[in-house]
């Protein structure tokens, strides 16, 4: 069984702080990563997401690999109150047909 | 705009009952997958097809099965539904070398 571990949270940041986000993996198989949002009693929407070859950022969110280390990161820079939601990490091997979700990470961001 | 609709938002269903849900995308996808997701638990990948009539077992299959007859629609069904397939139902669908899945908003069933 592949696991994804998050820490659940809640997480809280003053406003304008930037947010970090972890997350590991058990499957050193694992190719992509994804990081989704979810909003209380809404679905999952992706935000980011990184191959295995790199870094990526895009506006003011950041998606990290270390792969010696098995761990994922998103950092949200000028975090928001609209930041607030709980966000899930997944992961995929080499194809696209199965992703193995973590529990997600709460976050709150204090005005 | 990208769709993934679900029949009902809400469900309520006795022991024993058999219970279908449908999912239905407009995005002529090839990938389908159901969901379900439970506090402290995450999304657990139930079933997902790649193609019409073909299916294969996620993590936790045992109390489900379901069909896929036509593209766009990818159905689950409890064959008696039990408390402790009390949830939310989650469908998504992904293009074969898609990197994101689409979402629908989700059926929250409860068995009573």
């Known amino acids: 069984q592949k696991e994804v571990e998050q820490n659940s949270g809640p997480l809280s940041v003053p406003e304008g702080a930037i947010a970090s986000l972890n997350c590991t993996y058990s499957d050193r198989g694992s190719q992509s990563f994804f990081w989704y949002r979810q909003y209380s009693g809404k679905s999952p929407e992706l935000i980011m997401f990184i191959y295995s070859n790199g870094d990526k950022e895009d506006g003011r969110f950041t998606a990290q690999l270390n792969k010696a280390s098995q761990y994922v990161s998103l950092l949200i820079r000028d975090s928001q109150p609209s930041d607030s939601a709980t966000y899930l990490c997944a992961v995929n091997e080499d194809n696209f047909n199965k992703f193995y979700f973590g529990s997600g990470t709460k976050l709150n961001v204090k005005p | 705009d990208v769709k993934v609709t679900q029949s009902s938002r809400y469900l309520v269903k006795r022991t024993g009952e058999k219970v279908f849900l449908e999912c239905v995308q407009d995005m002529d996808h090839e990938n389908m997958f159901w969901y379900r997701q439970d506090p402290g638990l995450g999304l657990r990948l139930i079933y997902f097809?790649?193609?019409?009539?073909?299916?294969e077992k996620g993590d936790i299959p045992e109390g489900y099965s379901v069909s896929r007859e036509k593209k766009e629609r990818f159905s689950l069904i409890l064959e008696s539904a039990s408390t402790n397939q009390t949830s939310m139902y989650l469908c998504?669908?992904?293009?074969?070398?898609?990197?994101?899945?689409?979402f629908g908003p989700g059926t929250r069933l409860t068995v009573t």
């Open positions: 998504a669908s992904s293009s074969p070398r898609g990197y994101e899945q689409y």
């Open positions: 097809s790649y193609d019409v009539k073909m299916k």
